[in-house]
């Protein structure tokens, strides 16, 4: 699904191109409206080939320099914090106004984005999974999942779940989808003991696929803050209430603690939110939260569900130009006009 809808992006990306109209008007001050990019991995094309990385999260350094490039030259990039406070505070935003975020804190974002951002000058704020800073939970669950295909393994015997193939990337998908479903308590219990079953020691790659908070603490001092993305990446919809707020508030309290700055942003894991979570992150004393609905930010639009649009190595130069541009948006309006209410 994910895929078609890729797909008729790009096609409708390269009609605008070819009809020279990819970017839409230089400057529409009646059309106010702000994008806020997704990131998660940025890597080397050859390191991507040499290990088993969830791809979908992964846009190559390569690409990663040429957004970067375009940003600086073609785009206003505000900090998150006052592209928020914009929001807020009713007012408009300048032309072409565009967040930037990353999430999960894999060491890539300082070994490779972070340099560019810093060269180029430009604002970045990055999700912290502050149980994973430092490597010492080992991979994330997604990423173990990709190990066992990487193995050669082509089915399984996954708990609670049954026999599941590994065959292709759509079925370890489906294999990635039906584990969500659980308690992040249950996912871990699960995947590490198909780990050990299939002889999979802890991989010695952990401690160095993510940052280190002196990492942090020297990104923060070159212009990129830090919100917070739970503890454990569990999906808050399907947690308890009381494992809900433990993740939400202590997240937080790690992020201030180490970055000694207020911790105001807070990002859902997954984009998964629901009423519940939504007052919990609220209560919390965050000023707003980040979901992952592929849309503007407009005026009025809610403070707690903020849409954001991923990036990933799919999204080569002209679909970039195409999400930054106002046709997806415009778009989407004409098939929800009775809709918009900024929710
Ligand atoms: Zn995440």
Redesign the pocket.
Known sequence: MADIRAHAELALAWAFRLAGRLDGPAAAPCDSRAVILAY?RVLPRDSIRRFPFLEDLVTPLESFKTQMDFLSLRCRVVPLEQLVAMLRDGGKFPPRCVGITF??GYADNYLHAYPILKRHGLAATI?L?TGFVGGRSGLFWWDEVCRWRASGVKSLEVEGLGRRSLATLAQRDRLLAEMKRFPMDEIVRRVHGTSSRLGLGADPRAAGDFMTWEQIREMRNGGISFGA?TVS?CLLPVESPERRILEIRRSRADVERETGRPCRLF?Y??GAADAPSEAEVRAAGFEAAMAASPRDVVPGAALYRLPRKVLNYRVGPTAFRFKLSPHPERIKRLFEPAQRSGV
């Open positions: 998660h999430d999960d999700f999974t993305h990446h990002c894991p997954n």
